[in-house]
Structures are given as C-alpha cells and as structure tokens.
C-alpha cells in the first residue's frame, strides 16, 4: 500500500503568520485570544476571540487567511500548485461591512479563486467544524489509492463578526463575557468552569503526497499519515450524543484504517471546544478508544490557545499534531486548570510533555453530527 506523507505546514492563526509561530506559542502555554473592538464597540455579551494578525480589508480577509498558509505550504514542499490538486474547507459564508453597508462573503467565491491555479481535483469540504480534517482525510485517501500523485488540503474561516457571535450566543455555545474576567482565558476546554467556544479566525494547509515522489523529489518529510475515518451523529443539530458514540466511531474506524489499536497512541489532539456537553462526551469517547490505557495517553486541546475556527480547527490540530511527530512533545491545553470530574483523562496542563515518537490521533467534531479523525506518526524507517 502506498505510504502517503506530509511535505509542508502553512499556518496563520491569532500567533502570527507561519506554522513556527503557532507551535511555538501552542508550546508555550499561552493564549492568543483577546477582546475583539469590534465585539466591545457593539456591546456584545461575547468580546473574546481569535484574530489573525493580518491587516487586510475586510471584505479580501477570507481570501487572504486561506491563500497565505497554501502558499507557505507549497513552498516548504517545493511543490507548484498546478503539479497538485486541493481538498479545502471554507466553512460558511459570512460578513463584511464596506461603507456602511453588509456585504455577503461568498465560501464558493472564496474557494474559486483560491483553487483556480491548482489541477485536479479541486473539491470544497462543507461539513461544519470537522471540514478541515476531513479535507485531509479525503486528501489522504486519494493520495493512497494513486487516484492523484499531490494534493494541498486543509482549511480556513473568518468567523469574528457580530452576527455570529450573536448567533453561537442564541445557542448557548460560546463564552459569554464576565467582568474581572480576562478575554485570554474565556475558552477552557474541559475545565470545571468552562462556559463555551471562543470563536476565531485562521487557516492551515497541507501538502500531502506519496512517500516515494517525496523522496524522489527531495522533498521534506514531516510526519505520515496512517488513517482516517469519519462518522455522522444523526442525533441532534447542536449537541452530540452523550456517551460520544459518533466520536468514538470515527476514532475507531481511524484507528482500524490504520491498523492500530487504541493502545498504540501516544497523545490525542482533541476537538475539546470548552462546551458543557461537548468536552464530557468526547471524553467518553476517549476513554473507550484507549481502554486501560485512558489515564496514560497524553491529551490536549488548542483551542483554549487560538479559539475555535470552525471550518479551519482541525487543519490547525494537523499542523500541532505533525510537530508533535517531529518534536516529541505535546503542548498543554491552554486555561485547563481544574478538570471537570467527568472530564478525567490525562490532560497536559501547565507546561508541555515530551512523549517518546508515536501516533498522534486529531479529531474534529461538528454541528449536525460531523466527525472526522486523522491519525499522524513519525516515520519510519525510509525504505
């Protein structure tokens, strides 16, 4: 079977404009998240959010959040863009204001001109938060069976307008702000205080292509990808199931397109948004995937530290998980200070944890009942 690897990282996220910038503050155990002007000018009851340094109009910012790591990607890879095709996730269409009046952002626009240079093929992933990582599972899958010898996948969203953050209020999804409260600790997945998701904005790629067209190419290798599965709920529009059966079925099928048991992990990187019925049930999950070993694989979240950018989480779960492949180490969940009594697992807190160099499973999991997982490991021996 054809070994499929990873050749390039793009990232621009609330750290700044590269991959190395968010790892390096993933690592670091801090937070990007700050109070959002635009949020605080409206009066809004949520301020936080994740907001990419990037200075761009407004009405170009989608564009520009997605063609930046893609570029960053392909460039790493040494790869042109029409020697690939592209798998990548938009997410919604969203807002933007020009001279004072709303102007609609089209994701199929967005997505047209960001593939239009790229071969085939050229697909758009819509299934809420877990797009991403199924763009890169589907990515994977092509690549696998020789159905496309390179393809750029990921994802990115721009999601901080007030009308969404009205919206995830409505549902009771996300943070609401609390005086004396700091904008940078508002998302703490699985902590006994978390209240909700922090929304964000940001982008990631991936060059993904055969093992052997990498080498031949001297391209870098950076980590494999070993398995992908994915899964629907059908359960409800806004919650999942509460024992986390969707999750723990789209972890599982990963695992056993892998050929891996729960037991052979070596950390998680997980969805872990800081909902108070998403956290517990994908903690469920976890726990049965792992079996005897649920207290003894390293798990983390990083959306304490960026947010929650919907359509784009699980590409930057990707870039995260591919370093920890590459470093050894796995950074902790940002704001987890005391883990909720159903939320047990053994979460990194406080400083990031070397791990020796084994898979890394990251999972997405979305509105509607949308799952997916990738799994990542170092690799091994080049033949």
């Given at each position: ?45 949520v301020?936080?959010?994740?907001q ?50 709303l ?8 997505f047209?001109?960001?593939?239009a ?26 690549v ?9 996948a ?25 005086d ?18 922090v ?13 052997a067209?990498?080498?031949?190419r ?38 056993d397109?892998?050929?891996?048991a ?6 998680i990187?997980?969805?872990g ?23 003894a ?5 990083i ?21 920890t ?16 009594v159903?939320?047990e ?6 400083g ?21 997982t ?10």
């Amino acid at each position: 079977m054809t070994r499929v690897v990873v050749t390039g990282l793009g990232a621009v996220s609330p750290f700044g404009l590269t991959a190395q910038a968010l790892w390096d503050g993933l690592v670091a155990g801090r937070s990007a998240v700050r109070a959002i002007d635009q949020f605080v000018a409206a009066r809004l009851p949520v301020i936080a959010g994740g907001q990419v340094p990037l200075d761009v109009p407004e009405t170009s910012r989608d564009l520009a959040i997605s063609q930046h790591p893609i570029d960053a990607a392909l460039a790493q890879a040494g790869l042109a863009p029409e020697a690939a095709g592209i798998i990548w996730a938009n997410g919604l269409d969203t807002f933007a204001h020009q001279d004072g009046a709303l102007v609609e952002r089209s994701a199929g626009a967005c997505f047209a001109a960001v593939t239009a240079r790229f071969g085939r093929p050229r697909r758009m992933i819509a299934t809420a938060c877990a797009s991403a990582t199924q763009a890169i599972g589907e990515a994977f899958r092509l690549v696998r069976r020789g159905a496309v010898t390179a393809c750029v996948a990921g994802g990115a969203t721009v999601m901080l307008t007030p009308h969404y953050a009205l919206g995830f209020a409505w549902l009771q999804a996300v943070a609401v702000h609390r005086d004396g409260r700091d904008p940078a600790t508002a998302c703490r997945p699985f902590d006994r205080t978390r209240d909700g998701f922090v929304l964000a904005e940001g982008g990631a790629a991936l060059v993904i292509e055969p093992l052997a067209s990498a080498i031949a190419r001297g391209a870098p290798v950076l980590a494999e990808i070993v398995g992908f599965g994915a899964s629907q709920d059908a359960f409800d529009l806004n919650r999942p199931p509460p024992d986390g059966a969707g999750a723990e079925l789209c972890m599982q099928r990963a695992l056993d397109d892998a050929g891996l048991a729960g037991d052979a992990l070596g950390a998680i990187n997980a969805h872990g948004t800081g909902t108070r019925a998403g956290d517990p049930a994908e903690v469920a999950a976890i726990r049965r995937v792992l079996g005897d070993r649920w207290r003894a694989v390293p798990v983390t979240s990083i959306k304490g530290a960026v947010g929650h950018p919907m359509a784009a989480a699980g590409a930057l779960q990707a870039v995260a998980a591919v370093q920890t492949c590459r470093t050894g180490l796995v950074p902790p969940t940002c704001n987890l200070v005391e883990p909720d009594v159903n939320c047990e697992l053994d979460h990194v807190i406080g400083g990031a944890r070397a791990i020796d160099a084994l898979p890394v499973l990251s999972s997405s999991f979305g509105m509607g009942g949308q799952n997916a997982t990738v799994i990542f490991t170092p690799t091994r021996e080049l033949p």
